[in-house]
């Protein structure tokens, strides 16, 4: 597999690959400072970005690359010329793109244009870099056997709960998405194929809408914002008004397990999606979560520059 375009294509001989070498580099950052040296990476987005820009541009310096960070009214693109040529231009150039935007099509256009690996660092569909910081950081917390666990993500059915199942169904986990019904509920496609892997693996993906049946028993208990980037501003009332049972708080985390931990992909709106004393507290693993952002995208970009992921 050249690229990582999606969560659905990581296999999960690539996610344990992926995994044991970002767990070598969050201890030694600088193991492979040769990986990429004398090589250019892209770093293509559109839209905003703290963790995802900064993780992305430090993994390429700490394996020894330079990267080339570009918004999007850097590049032709905005003013006409095709993505296939852009693609053609950056293969000639750098040795990988790291592409935030908005429509996934997009990104696999720029994919089946390239002829470096392109890494989805985003759309409006997806986020698969995300997941694998937080599946690290879920089994720095659990280990290996997740058997009996559940995983729960409350909120907006959006790119971060897309993810979450899918990623969930590829790793044999319990996963489910609590979201609201109609409008802000994960994509019905996007389910029913989370459900399909999840067969294969043992998996178990559900969609409900009672935050608190949710909750009952989980380890994991995840949220993200509830106005993504590029939501329409117009709706903003509406989403919040059915959203806030999904807020969690002190009593969702009281319905959790006792081991149970709080994660977000961040930024976060404290008072929002999440109460302060929890995403501030004890059970809260979001710095982990986050410090695990440069050490899995170090992993992918230097497994994919070796043409190392298979792939489905
Ligand atoms: N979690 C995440 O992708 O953060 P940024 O939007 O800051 O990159
Ligand atoms: N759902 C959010 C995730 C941010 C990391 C967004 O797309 O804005």
Redesign the pocket.
């Known amino acids: 597999m050249k690229d990582l375009l999606r969560t659905q294509d990581l296999s999960r001989d690539d996610i344990e690959m992926l995994l044991a070498t970002a767990t070598e580099f969050a201890s030694n950052p600088l193991r492979s400072r040769d990986a990429l040296a004398h090589k250019s990476v892209a770093i293509y987005m559109t839209?905003p970005s703290t963790?995802?820009r900064l993780a992305s541009e430090t993994a390429v310096a700490h394996l020894g690359g330079t990267p080339i960070f570009l918004r999007g009214d850097d590049l032709q693109l905005g003013r006409g010329e095709t993505i296939a040529d852009t693609a053609r231009i950056i293969s000639g150039y750098c040795d990988a793109m790291i592409v935030r935007t908005f429509a996934q099509s997009d990104v696999d256009e720029l994919g089946a244009h390239a002829s470096i690996p392109v890494i989805n660092a985003?759309t409006?569909v997806d986020?698969p870099t995300?997941l694998l910081a937080d599946w690290l950081t879920i089994r720095e917390n659990f280990g290996s056997d997740i058997t009996g666990r559940k995983f729960v993500y409350l909120g907006?059915g959006?790119?971060?709960s897309h993810a979450w199942l899918i990623m969930g169904a590829i790793m044999g986990a319990h996963v489910v998405a609590a979201t609201p019904e109609g409008s802000w509920s994960p994509d019905s496609k996007v389910i029913a194929q989370a459900q399909s892997i999840a067969a294969k693996t043992g998996g178990t993906v559900e969609v409900v809408h009672d935050p608190e049946v949710a909750s009952r028993g989980a380890s994991v208990l995840y949220t993200?914002?509830w106005m993504?980037?590029?939501d329409p501003e117009a709706e903003r009332a509406a989403k919040m008004a059915a959203l806030s049972p999904y807020a969690i708080n002190g009593h969702l985390m009281g319905l959790a397990a006792k081991d149970s931990i709080f994660m977000h992909?961040?930024?976060a709106h404290r008072g929002e999606e999440v109460a302060a004393d929890v995403i501030d507290g004890p059970r809260s693993v979001i710095w982990r979560q986050a410090f695990h952002r440069r050490t899995t995208i170090q992993a992918i970009l230097y497994h994919a520059s070796r043409g190392e992921l298979k792939g489905n």
């Open positions: 839209k963790r995802t985003l409006d986020h995300q907006d959006n790119n971060m993200d914002v993504s980037m590029g992909c961040l930024p």
